[in-house]
Every structure is written in structure tokens, then in C-alpha cells.
């Protein structure tokens, strides 16, 4: 009983009730005005076949059209105003506006050393071309000058983290979806306090949506009053709005501008195995020191200042240097970030450069397979041209749903050569792919819709970085306690759960 009035009474339940009453009022509207009056009926069902047409001819993700189409000529009096209320790009003009504002104000504070592309060509045209495009199309440049480090699981990040925390002689930017009291938490929070006193500036950011069942409401009043500057990222509120669906995704930490983390892992005790949920948590992060932590510092600051009119000195940050501690330059390291605004699938170009100009194998970790058909297109071609293509997902789901649908994908898959395992010991958080010893990503960004589409994202793209045989190694003895999925398994399914995932994958852009 206390554990229903918990819920009850939590801050996600009201909210979903309100929304959920908003939608409802509003279907009820349409339906009695189409009830009535027989000619808006009419109107309604043109409206809808008028907007059946623009889906199909706008540019756009061809899966997600077809996930609004079938509803709507199923529903044809509810479809096409559903769609024209919050189909497509329906994010706020304010928030959008200030976006692209800190984008353009910023856009020039990071400069390419032409000399690190030229060499890039020398040794390989088609990898310096992935760097530039992702440069171009995030505004992140690549970098030498930079070491790498990759951390798995969890644990290993944990302690590492700490490790670098206390150190921080300037300035500490942490930004993530997911905080939560507890072990993991609190003992950060703890140097983070200690280092408020000794003058460190300390700036903390959380998603509202990833925390909102995490943290108690108005955290950040806690937060503040211990000195430590945050922000919430793109409060919930208890309306009909798409902008509710770009939440910040990114885990990223920044300390003076010299050392950088990003990855799979957020800041709760799951994700280091002090709390089990389903079964063993298995995730992925890197650790960066040196040049490229710029691009890191700029992506917090931008997401920061989203909010707030305030001027910002970027360039402060930007500038800063780790002082007695020589860096080795240690292959090619571009960090670069993905914008659900910009009309540009960085995070999915990326991945798909990789497949597509791999030459022996293409390693990848993922919690979520939920793929569009130009990703379920590179993988098969790259299988049937030859390629080791491997893929591990979770044994044990976070999602039922959720991995009802990544399963959805096997068949297909194995079908065309990729090899697909799940990690039996329980969940696998962690985003990487590696390529042929040479190319490497390790980041936030999952192989779903939202984090391909929707969420504010982040990775790391390396080549010739000693962190890609550290990722293929960890790949390689994960593999040791995996299952391998095989076509006969997929082919035994029932015919009901095939029926589910059938119809879960048609509107899995919409989920």
C-alpha cells in the first residue's frame, strides 16, 4: 500500500494524468464536433489525406512516415489533426530560437588544424573524410595532442572518476541524464563539496526527465546552497508538448578543461553494480586528456546556456591547461555531439561511415536495436560483402517492450551474416564500436530512435587511439559469456509474440 501511494503521488504520476487528461479532452472534442456535424467529418477525413500526401513527400526518416501514416488512415477523423498538433518538428520557436543562437555565437571558438587533416589524408582519404564530415556537420574539430583511455565496466569508471575529481585544480562540469542518491552519488557529491571550499567552480546539469523519478523534486535548491552552480535540462511541465520528447542524453564530465569522460554510465548505483536491477550491468566509458577535452567543455557549455540570458566567457574555459602532466600524442581523437534540432543524424552517420567503409569487422555493443532501414541496409550489405559484423545486446531487458522489438531485428540480421549475442550474465548498457583495430566510438548514443533522432547525444570518435584495441579487447572477452542467437531460435518464435514485434516495429520511431 505505501509503495501504490508513492507512486500516486509522485511527480511523474501527476504529470502523466494531466497529460494524459489534456489528450483525452482533445480526442473527445474531435470526435463530438465529426459526431455533429456531418461535414466536418468530411473536412476532417480530407484533412487527414492531405496530410498522408505531405508525409510522403517531405523529406524525412521513411519509417517514421510510415509510422504516422498507418494511424492516421486507420483513424482518419483523429489522424491527420493529431499529426498537425504534434507530428513532425513541433519543438517551441523560443527554445529552438536560443539554441541555434549559442550555436552561432559559439561556432567559431574551435578551429581545425589543417595540418592534422592533411595528415589524415596521407594515410587514408576515406577515414579523413568521416573526421571532416563529422567536423563540418557537429563543429567539432579533431584533435592529436590527446590521450585515451577506455573504462569498462562501470566500477573501473567509477574510480577513475573520483581519482581525476580530486585533482581538479579550476573548474568541474558534469552533465547527465541520470542522477540518483546513493552510493555512487553521494560519494561525489561529497568531493564535489570539498572542492567548492577549496574554490573549484562546480557546475552540475541533470535531465529532468531521466531524474524525475531519481531525485527528489527541486533538487537542485540542495545543489545550489552547497555552492554548486545547476541546471535543470528542459523541465517537465504537465502539457501537450513535443519538446518534451529532446531530452539531454549526453554523460559527460569536464575537469579544467584537460580531462574529459563521456560514455554509456550515469551517475546512479545500478550502472556500478551497488544496486542489481537485471542482473550484472555491463557499460562503457572513455577518458580523455589532453586537446580534444575543448570539444567536450564547449558541448557543456552550450547545453548550459540554453536557459539562461546570461553572457557567457567561453573562451575562459577553453583555454585552460593541466598543469605537470605531458601528453602524448595518441592517435586521432575527435569528440563531437548530436543535436535532435538541426535536421543532421550526426550520431547515425557516424555509425553508418563506419560500417560502410569498413574493411575485415565492425564490433558493436548496444542496450537497444531498434534500427531504421538505412542502418539495418549497411549492416546486411556490409555482412553479404564479407565483413565480420557483430553485434551484443542485453540477455536480461531493462524494457520488456522494449526488447521485445530489439529481437524484432535478429531474424533480418542473421539472416544476411551479422552475428547477434546477448549478454547473459544481464544488461548491457554500453554504446562502443570498433572497426578493423583502427576506428573506434564510444559515447551516449544508442542504436534506437531517440538517441538517433530526439535526445541531445555525445560520443567519442577515435582512430589509431589505443583506446580501440582496448574496446575490441573488452568486446572480445565479453563474448565469452554471451549467447549466440541463431536463425533456428528466431524461426521457433510464436507466432503471437511475432505478431507483437511486428507491430511494435512499425511504430517504433513514435516510441
Not at 463530438?32 to 467529418?41: G, I, N, T
Amino acid at each position: 500500500m505505501k509503495q501504490i501511494i508513492k507512486v500516486v503521488f509522485s511527480r511523474l504520476f501527476i504529470v502523466s494524468i494531466l497529460i494524459l487528461i489534456q489528450a483525452i479532452i482533445l480526442g473527445i472534442g474531435i470526435w463530438k464536433l465529426s459526431e455533429y456535424f456531418v461535414y466536418l467529418y468530411v473536412l476532417f477525413a480530407v484533412v487527414s489525406i492531405i496530410v498522408v500526401i505531405y508525409i510522403l513527400n517531405k523529406k524525412g526518416n521513411p519509417s517514421y512516415k510510415l509510422a504516422w501514416v498507418i494511424p492516421i488512415l486507420l483513424f482518419p477523423v483523429f489522424g491527420g489533426l493529431f499529426y498537425l498538433v504534434f507530428g513532425g518538428d513541433k519543438t517551441g520557436k523560443k527554445f529552438k530560437d536560443s539554441i541555434r543562437k549559442i550555436y552561432e555565437n559559439t561556432k567559431g571558438l574551435l578551429s581545425q588544424n589543417k595540418e592534422i587533416v592533411e595528415e589524415l589524408k596521407e594515410i587514408d582519404k576515406n577515414i579523413a573524410n568521416q573526421f571532416i564530415y563529422t567536423k563540418d556537420y557537429s563543429m567539432f574539430p579533431v584533435y592529436k595532442n590527446t590521450e585515451t583511455k577506455y573504462l569498462s565496466p562501470g566500477e573501473n569508471f567509477f574510480d577513475r572518476l573520483q581519482e581525476e575529481l580530486k585533482k581538479a585544480k579550476h573548474f568541474i562540469f558534469m552533465e547527465y541524464f541520470i542522477v540518483e542518491e546513493g552510493i555512487m552519488w553521494d560519494t561525489i557529491l561529497d568531493i564535489l563539496i570539498e572542492k567548492v571550499k577549496e574554490g573549484v567552480e562546480v557546475r552540475v546539469m541533470y535531465d529532468d526527465a531521466g531524474t524525475i523519478q531519481t531525485l527528489p523534486y527541486k533538487y537542485y535548491e540542495k545543489l545550489e546552497c552547497l555552492g554548486i552552480k545547476t541546471v535543470v535540462f528542459n523541465e517537465i511541465r504537465p502539457r501537450l508538448s513535443l519538446k518534451m520528447n529532446n531530452r539531454d542524453h549526453r554523460k559527460i564530465t569536464v575537469i579544467d578543461g584537460w580531462v574529459g569522460f563521456t560514455g554509456g554510465i550515469n551517475l546512479a548505483d545500478e550502472y556500478i553494480n551497488e544496486k542489481e536491477r537485471f542482473g550484472h550491468w555491463k557499460d562503457a566509458s572513455i577518458m580523455i586528456k589532453g586537446e580534444a577535452v575543448k570539444n567536450l567543455t564547449l558541448m557543456f557549455l552550450q547545453v548550459w546556456n540554453f536557459d539562461k540570458n546570461e553572457q557567457e566567457d567561453y573562451k575562459k574555459y577553453l583555454e585552460c591547461s593541466y598543469e605537470g602532466e605531458n601528453i602524448k600524442t595518441d592517435g586521432y581523437v575527435q569528440p563531437y555531439a548530436d543535436s535532435p534540432l538541426d535536421e543532421e543524424t550526426v550520431g547515425e552517420n557516424v555509425y553508418l561511415n563506419i560500417i560502410q567503409k569498413a574493411k575485415e569487422y565492425v564490433y558493436i555493443n548496444t542496450p537497444y536495436l531498434i534500427i531504421d532501414n538505412e542502418l539495418v541496409t549497411a549492416l546486411t550489405l556490409a555482412a553479404k560483402s564479407g565483413l565480420d559484423i557483430r553485434i551484443v545486446t542485453p540477455h536480461v531487458p531493462d524494457k520488456w517492450y522494449v526488447h521485445l522489438l530489439t529481437r524484432a531485428y535478429y531474424q533480418q540480421l542473421i539472416e544476411a551474416g551479422v552475428k547477434i549475442y546477448e549478454y547473459k550474465p544481464g544488461f548491457i548498457h554500453s554504446k562502443t564500436f570498433v572497426a578493423d583495430d583502427e576506428m573506434g566510438v564510444v559515447g551516449s548514443i544508442n542504436l534506437d530512435y531517440r538517441s538517433l533522432y530526439l535526445h541531445f547525444e555525445c560520443g567519442i570518435l577515435m582512430y589509431k587511439s589505443k583506446a580501440v584495441l582496448e574496446i575490441k579487447e573488452d568486446f572480445l572477452k565479453t563474448l565469452e559469456v554471451c549467447l549466440p542467437v541463431t536463425l533456428e531460435e528466431c524461426h521457433n518464435v510464436r507466432w503471437y509474440i511475432r505478431l507483437m514485434r511486428s507491430i511494435l516495429r512499425c511504430f517504433a520511431p513514435l516510441m
